[in-house]
C-alpha cells in the first residue's frame, strides 16, 4: 500500500475524541487498548473478528493475548507512527464490542 503521513497532534487530539477507550503511547507511536472478556474462547472469537477486519483493510494489528485479555496497539509502519487506518481501524474494533 503507498506510504500515507502520520497525523499531526492536533488530528491526533481531535481523532482520539471519538475514541475514549484508547490512548496514544508515545513510545509506539500508535494507540492502545485493553480488552477483557469471560474466557478464552470469547477472547480469541473477538480476535478472529479483528483479524478479517484487519486483513480486509490490509491494516494489521500489534496485540497480545493472556487467556481473557487482549492488548492491541494500532500504528502505522508505512508512516512512522499515527495515521487514519489505525483511527478507522479503531473505530471498527469499537463496533465489536
Ligand atoms: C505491504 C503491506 O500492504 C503493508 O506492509 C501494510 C500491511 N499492514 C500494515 N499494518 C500496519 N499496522 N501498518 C502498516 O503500515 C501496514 N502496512
Not at 64 to 76: A, G, K, M, Q
Given at each position: 500500500?503507498a506510504?500515507?503521513?502520520?497525523?499531526?497532534?492536533?488530528?491526533?487530539?481531535?481523532?482520539?475524541?471519538d475514541?475514549p477507550?484508547?490512548?496514544?503511547?508515545?513510545?509506539?507511536?500508535?494507540?492502545?487498548?485493553?480488552?477483557?472478556?469471560?474466557?478464552?474462547?470469547?477472547?480469541?472469537?473477538f480476535?478472529?473478528?479483528?483479524?478479517?477486519?484487519?486483513?480486509?483493510?490490509?491494516?494489521?494489528?500489534?496485540w497480545?493475548?493472556?487467556?481473557?485479555?487482549?492488548?492491541?496497539?494500532?500504528?502505522?509502519h508505512?508512516?512512522?507512527?499515527?495515521?487514519?487506518?489505525d483511527?478507522?481501524?479503531?473505530?471498527?474494533i469499537?463496533?465489536?464490542?
Open positions: 500500500m506510504a500515507i503521513s502520520p497525523l499531526s497532534e492536533a488530528e491526533r487530539s481531535a481523532a482520539l475524541q475514541l477507550q484508547w490512548t496514544y503511547d508515545k513510545d509506539n507511536k500508535g494507540i492502545a487498548r485493553s480488552f477483557a472478556f469471560g474466557n478464552f474462547v470469547e477472547a480469541f472469537g480476535m478472529s473478528s479483528v483479524a478479517l477486519l484487519a486483513e480486509k483493510a490490509d491494516h494489521h494489528p500489534e497480545s493475548n493472556v487467556y481473557n485479555r487482549v492488548e492491541i496497539l494500532l500504528t502505522t508505512d508512516a512512522g507512527g499515527l495515521s487514519e487506518r483511527i478507522a481501524l479503531a473505530k471498527q469499537d463496533a465489536l464490542i
